[in-house]
């Protein structure tokens, strides 16, 4: 599975849109981007996940350059809730063996 | 809602005991996984299962087992063996076979060395 490399600390006004960027610059034509967010002493939550289109759920946006060598999480909103450790994970499967999380970005919203 | 739970939420061994970590699902999946972290670490994979009756060591291993009987439930023992075992445990599951499907966690337990 492909290195990813991520800031390891970011800050967002609360209300502010929260950009995380993402460098996978070594990925496969296979391989997807997977977004997980992890609050402290709790259980990393799965965000969203993409392949090539830019995606959209409830919760955030993934925006994938076009050649894929990079990526950026949107949280449009951001919320004091929203501060974790966020974690950018390319993996040709999402479900087989194992995630291989990196050290992440943590994010604080300010108020 | 359909979620996993562990438990219990805090655990305390005492030096050469085993204890053992539940972990219930009722998402209906089938892979079920077990991974440890360290504070200021990533998760390290311990053991997995792809199906009922079968389940594969992880890279960490060593002190660890488990049993799968059962779709929903993947119990994890710390043995005496493990000795190094205070840590965050995380189970997770998801769909396996299904290309990009995401791997759901539960809440973690937390196991400390009395």
């Known amino acids: 599975d492909a290195k990813t490399t991520q800031p390891p600390s970011m800050d967002c006004a609360e209300g502010r849109a929260a950009n995380l960027p993402c460098n996978h610059s070594?990925?496969?034509?296979?391989?997807?981007v997977y977004w997980y967010r992890q609050i402290h002493s709790q259980g990393p939550q799965y965000i969203i996940h993409?392949?090539?289109n830019n995606e959209t759920n409830e919760m955030a946006s993934l925006i994938i350059t076009e050649d894929r060598k990079s990526s950026t999480l949107i949280l449009p909103h951001a919320t004091l809730r929203d501060t974790a450790v966020y974690y950018c994970?390319?993996?040709?499967?999402?479900?087989?063996?194992?995630?291989?999380f990196g050290s992440g970005t943590q994010l604080t919203v300010l108020p | 809602d359909g979620g996993i739970t562990q438990s219990p939420k805090y655990l305390f061994r005492k030096e050469g005991q085993n204890v053992t970590l539940s972990c219930e699902q009722n998402?209906?999946?089938?892979?079920m996984y077990w991974y440890r972290q360290d504070p200021g670490q990533g998760l390290r994979l311990i053991y997995y299962s792809q199906i009922v009756n079968d389940f594969q060591k992880g890279d960490i291993a060593e002190g660890y087992s488990v049993s799968r009987e059962k779709k929903e439930s993947f119990p994890l023992t710390v043995t005496s063996a493990q000795k190094n075992p205070t840590a965050f445990y995380l189970c997770?599951?998801?769909?396996?076979?299904?290309?990009?499907?995401?791997?759901?966690f539960g809440d973690g337990t937390r196991l400390s060395i009395l």
């Open positions: 998402l209906n999946h089938d892979a």
């Open positions: 994970i390319v993996k040709t499967d999402g479900s087989a063996r194992q995630l291989t």
């Open positions: 997770a599951s998801s769909i396996p076979g299904r290309g990009n499907q995401p791997q759901h």
């Open positions: 993409g392949l090539k």
């Open positions: 070594t990925i496969s034509g296979n391989e997807y």
